[in-house]
């Protein structure tokens, strides 16, 4: 429940500018919007359909696929809304939702990428196991654990944050309602909840980090200890779609969280932001099709079986 709040909306700032280019910035979110989530979608249908995809591997990209749809649906259609309209204001209700279902399917990332380097272990470090351990039913409850994990890490952040007060300025520097923007309009001391803030996105960012890195190192250690070069060549094909996601989500993450600490004084905490936010998204579907030729081919043959149909 809220505490003492008089502010029953907030105002997003968004991106400033002319109309000019508040125009062209409209055009170019809501082309990233429609490739991003068709990109995605396509991804999802193509491993549905094709009986040769029904892995563990891909269960687990289609998962995050469909996490990336949500996420870029959470954020870009209220840019879009903001860059176009006048009215850019935002429910106190509305807002603390976005808030917390934008840090929650991040989080939910985190975990099912340490996920997915489990699989990708155990695929090559213990390949005789794998069809056994990693069943339809261990895959399903792993997915299921980083969604109630998630939501288990930030029950107390977001109580917390809803028992906030908030009756002075109302104004939001930035295209969505981030946690630190929020914090900024507070009334009431915030100390407790930046420390717990900060504690759990150590834990998730720092945990999820050392987990992913510990499966990797031993799978490199497997795969150079293979005699066969072609062994190796084929070893790494499978997780190097998955090392390069793993690459660009910790990597944004690093530049959000230094974009947060100086943003105020160099004006990129918004621009930053984007990377990860929009710039990672937009990639997934583009990594997982260029670099995976498993997707590829199923692509291939999809389109193929597309046109024959088509042709009759």
């Not at 985190?110 to 272990?121: E, K, N, P, W």
């Not at 060549?233 to 499978?238: G, H, N, Q, Y």
Request: glycine share 6%; proline share 3%.
């Amino acid at each position: 429940m809220r505490n003492h709040t008089s502010v029953e909306e907030f105002i997003l700032l968004g991106f400033p500018g002319t109309p000019m280019l508040q125009t062209a910035l409209f055009v170019v979110f809501l082309m990233i919007f429609l490739i991003t989530l068709m990109g995605n979608l396509i991804i999802i249908v193509v491993i549905c359909l094709d009986y040769r995809l029904h892995t563990s591997m891909y269960f687990f990209l289609c998962n995050l696929s469909f996490l990336e749809a949500l996420f870029i649906t959470l954020i870009l259609p209220g840019i879009l809304r903001n860059l176009i309209s006048s009215c850019k204001t935002i429910s106190y209700a509305s807002c603390l939702s976005q808030c917390y279902v934008y840090f929650y399917l991040g989080t939910v990332d985190f975990f099912l990428l340490s996920v997915m380097s489990i699989d990708r272990y155990l695929a090559i470090c213990h390949p005789l196991h794998y069809p056994t351990i990693m069943n339809h039913s261990v895959s399903a409850l792993m997915v299921l654990g980083c969604w109630v994990a998630a939501f288990l890490c930030l029950l107390l952040p977001i109580i917390l944050l809803s028992r906030l007060s908030f009756s002075g300025p109302n104004k939001i520097d930035h295209f969505f309602c981030d946690t630190s923007a929020i914090l900024e309009l507070a009334c009431s001391d915030t100390s407790f909840l930046r420390l717990i803030c900060i504690l759990v996105g150590s834990f998730v960012i720092l945990g999820s980090l050392l987990l992913t890195g510990a499966t990797y190192f031993c799978i490199f250690f497997t795969i150079f200890r293979m005699s066969s070069l072609q062994r190796q060549s084929k070893a790494l094909s499978t997780c190097a779609s998955h090392l390069t996601i793993v690459l660009l989500v910790y990597g944004s993450s690093l530049f959000t969280n230094i974009g947060t600490v100086s943003g105020h004084l160099l004006g990129i905490g918004k621009t930053v932001t984007v990377l990860s936010a929009i710039v990672v998204p937009l990639l997934n579907p583009f990594v997982y099709t260029l670099r995976n030729e498993d997707v590829k081919r199923a692509l291939r043959d999809s389109i193929h079986r597309r046109r024959i149909r088509l042709g009759n």
